[in-house]
């Protein structure tokens, strides 16, 4: 195994492009939680987020599912907000699922998961939020 790394900035800009939904796992309804600001935010620029979270109904207008596998709708990024011992089955879900991105939010750091997911052809985003990376990356406005 190698050191993971990030893709490079302009790897992340096309993606953050090609992106049009995104299965956001662990989202809360809380506003105060970050999951929800940055959810939040990324609906702000155009994306449709597609809660996943069991035991809630909604969230920020979408409807929420308990799992990636019951989200009938497509989506092209996953982004994760649980604990890092969550991110091998959730990126077990995500190759079986044929998704084709996974990002992994601040704190969330699991260098053998994320490698897992590499190695079957996902492009792999860790430890860096989706919203900051968007703000650095095209700033404040929607996406082109």
């Not at 090609?18 to 970050?34: D, H, K, Q």
């Not at 490698?115 to 404040?140: H, I, K, N, S, W």
Request: glycine share 6%; charged share 25%; net charge neutral.
């Amino acid at each position: 195994m190698g050191i993971f790394q990030n893709p490079p900035d302009e790897e992340i800009r096309e993606l953050l492009r090609r992106v049009r939904a995104i299965a956001v796992v662990g989202l809360s309804p809380r506003t105060n939680r970050p999951s929800h600001g940055v959810a939040a935010q990324m609906q702000r620029f155009g994306y449709r987020i597609i809660p996943v979270r069991p035991a809630v109904d909604t969230v920020l207008g979408e409807k929420a599912y308990a799992s990636l596998r019951e989200v009938p709708d497509p989506f092209d990024l996953v982004d994760v907000f649980r604990a890092p011992e969550y991110v091998g089955q959730i990126v077990e879900e995500c190759i079986a699922l044929g998704v084709p991105a996974i990002w992994l939010q601040e704190g969330v750091v699991n260098i053998p998961a994320a490698e897992r997911a590499q190695q079957a052809g996902l492009t792999v985003v860790m430890d860096r939020c989706v919203y900051r990376e968007y703000l650095r990356l095209f700033g404040p406005v929607p996406h082109p």
